[in-house]
């Protein structure tokens, strides 16, 4: 396999809808390299409804792009300007790194989420719903801190290419809930041991990662990881 | 393991060999919603779906034939792995519009234009329920020599 240096390359595109999605854009614009006989731009995508967390073009300096709270997939070309030169380049991370042009290799995560194990649950007949209450405030913090869907913008945006936002997040979904509670200091522990051997930074609550988060993922779960 | 290892790399050899100029993946994948979207849908007759049939046919050839890619195979290559899911729903498209064809009579109230009238939909009990099993026999084989297995049954 020949491996040359990352460049940026110029594309012109045209027939662009602006009810386009940004990735129906680099459709269209493979669709035109193909036919032209040239290589079409590898790229991250699947669902393309904002809930997989696969998208992850970095665009004109932010992650998922101008709009806040859109994954990339979500982001249509009515907020650019007709004419607009768009820079795109693929999630920067030590410990992502790049397979082809705007692809991505984020398996790191999935390690961090495998070194968290298991929770003790005991097998047999599911109990009744209501066995273990559980306080509305505390069940509403887990399900925001679960919206995560592990996108890794949060690392692209960071300059210290830290992965809190997205390790917190997912410590924090479990932790806040009863269910898994007798594993939660090593589960935390194992996870954060991951997160540093994978390469990624530090946090230094500069916020980044909050601010580009398309699931509006809050600082406060660092904050709880860290206690 | 070998011999289906070997099967695994002549197919992914034939898409990519063939995989040359003229016709994108998505050109095929578009076609193919179009064949349905005419011929499978709702309404459907018995010669929309003969015609479907054979447009497929020739679909089917011609994505193995013009699609194009410009990559190898033992890369990271997106388009290959386009063509081997477009080429899958070709074939199960294919299998739709043939037992689409053999419930001509028995499907949903609303479907076969045959037994449409203006008024209240009519309904066909005795034709109505079907259950078909397809065997699968192997690629090149898998249309032609589906048999089609079925009985009626009184719900």
């Known amino acids: 396999m020949l491996t040359l240096p ?51 073009m970095y665009i ?7 709009q806040k709270l859109s994954t990339t997939c979500q982001l249509y070309m009515r907020n650019f300007k007709d004419g607009e030169t768009i820079t795109i380049e693929p999630f920067r991370a030590a410990a992502f790194p790049v397979i082809r042009d705007l692809s991505v290799d984020r398996s790191a995560f999935d390690r961090i989420i495998a070194a968290g194990g298991y929770i003790g649950v005991s097998t047999g007949q599911a109990q009744d719903a209501n066995a273990l209450p559980v306080e509305k405030h505390l069940a509403d913090m887990a399900m925001d ?26 410590i924090s979904q479990l932790a806040l809930l009863p269910q898994g509670e007798p594993e939660r200091n ?42 | 393991v070998e011999a289906e290892k070997n099967a695994a790399k002549e197919r992914t050899q034939k ?14 994948h578009k076609a193919l919603g179009k064949i349905m979207w005419e011929y499978c849908g709702m ?22 034939e013009r699609c194009k890619s410009t990559r190898h195979c033992n890369e990271f290559n997106p388009e290959l792995d386009k063509a081997g899911r477009v080429a899958d729903f070709i074939e199960l498209g294919e299998l739709m519009v043939i037992d ?8 949903v109230v609303t479907s076969a234009l045959s037994t449409r009238t203006m008024e209240k939909p009519k309904r066909d009990d005795d034709n109505y329920t079907l259950c078909a099993a397809w065997e699968f026999k192997g690629v090149d084989a898998t249309i032609p020599s589906c048999t089609r297995n079925h009985s009626i049954m009184r719900l």
């Open chain 1, 6 to 56: 990352g460049h940026l390359e110029d594309y012109s595109i045209s027939n662009i809808n602006e009810d386009m999605s940004f990735l129906e854009m680099m459709d269209v614009l493979n669709e035109q390299l193909i036919r032209k006989g040239d290589e079409p731009v590898a790229f991250d995508h699947d669902c393309r409804e904002g809930i997989c967390g696969a998208c992850s």
């Open chain 1, 60 to 66: 004109s300096g932010r992650a998922h792009g101008p």
């Open chain 1, 145 to 170: 801190a679960a919206a995560c869907i592990g996108c890794g913008a949060c690392v692209a945006a960071c300059p210290n290419s830290a992965a809190m936002l997205f390790v917190s997040a997912k």
């Open chain 1, 186 to 227: 090593n589960r935390a522990i194992a996870m954060v041991n991951q997160m540093d051997e994978e390469g990624f930074g530090n946090c230094t609550n500069i916020g980044a990662c909050e601010a580009e988060c398309p699931k509006e993922i809050k600082l406060t779960n660092i904050a709880r990881l860290n206690r």
């Open chain 2, 15 to 28: 898409l990519l060999n063939l995989l040359k100029v003229s016709r994108t993946v998505d050109d095929f």
């Open chain 2, 43 to 64: 309404a459907r007759t018995a010669e929309g779906l003969t015609k479907a049939r054979n447009l497929f046919r020739s679909l089917s050839e011609r994505i193995l």
């Open chain 2, 100 to 107: 689409a064809l053999n419930a001509t009579k028995v499907v």
